[in-house]
Each structure stands twice: as C-alpha cells, then as structure tokens.
Nanobody, 127 residues
Framework: QVQLVESGGGSVQAGGSLRLSCAAS????????MSWFRQTPGKEREGVAS???????????SYADSVKGRFTISQDTAKTSLYLHMNSLTADDTAMYYC?????????????????WGQGPQVTVSS
C-alpha cells in the first residue's frame, strides 16, 4: 500500500501561482510513475503532469498541452514528496487536484493506470 497526502491549493487570482505538495509513504519502492490529475464537476479526471520515479527513464516528465510552460512537476531527492508548481494560473485551472501513483509504467494520462490517489485539494482561480 502507498499513502498519498496532499497539501497546498487554495484560492488565487488569475496570473498568480500556487504550489501543491504530495507526501508519499508506505511501499513506495515499487512506484514507477507519479502524476497530478485534476477534475471539475461533470468531467473526467484529466492528467496534468507526470514524472517517472522508477528505474525506467527516471526523472522524465510529461505535461498536458494545456499546462505546458506554466506548470512544473518535481520530486524531492529523497523521493518521498511530489510537487506541482503552477504559474500563470487562469480560471480554466480551477479544479480538484489529485496526486496519483502507479507501480506500472504506461500511459501516464489515463486515470485507471493508477492504484493510489490522494484526497484532492481544491484550487480556485478567480478572474
């Protein structure tokens, strides 16, 4: 089992920045990829960014087109915390954001690929 506990989020004006954190604990040694997703009411969970934390392409990152150049995913050197730095936020970035972890390498942007999820802090961007 892997436990994911998120922090950060909140409300910000358009153009502002926020940082989300995700603390991972438990059997993290099997984790291959960690990602951030977001979801708004009535819509499917959307992959935002991912980072490879296992032996395959360690440190390799991927981003949704909608956040490229604005969001940065990173991990601490101890590989126990995941971060999402969000800059130039717009109202379209308003959503619940979720940290996710998978023990398998695959399509990072597909929610069913992930076994473990955080609780989802809310990010609200006002225009």
């Amino acid at each position: 089992q892997v436990q994911l506990v998120e922090s950060g989020g909140g409300s910000v004006q358009a153009g502002g920045s926020l940082r989300l954190s995700c603390a991972a604990s438990g059997r993290t040694y099997n984790t291959q990829i960690m990602s951030w997703f977001r979801q708004t009411p009535g819509k499917e969970r959307e992959g935002v960014a991912s980072i490879s934390v296992g032996a395959i392409r360690t440190g390799s990152t991927s981003y949704a087109d909608s956040v490229k150049g604005r969001f940065t995913i990173s991990q601490d050197t101890a590989k126990t915390s995941l971060y999402l730095h969000m800059n130039s936020l717009t109202a379209d970035d308003t959503a619940m954001y979720y940290c996710a972890a998978s023990s398998y390498w695959g399509r990072w942007s597909l929610a069913p690929h992930y076994t473990y999820w955080g609780q989802g802090p809310q990010v609200t961007v006002s225009s």
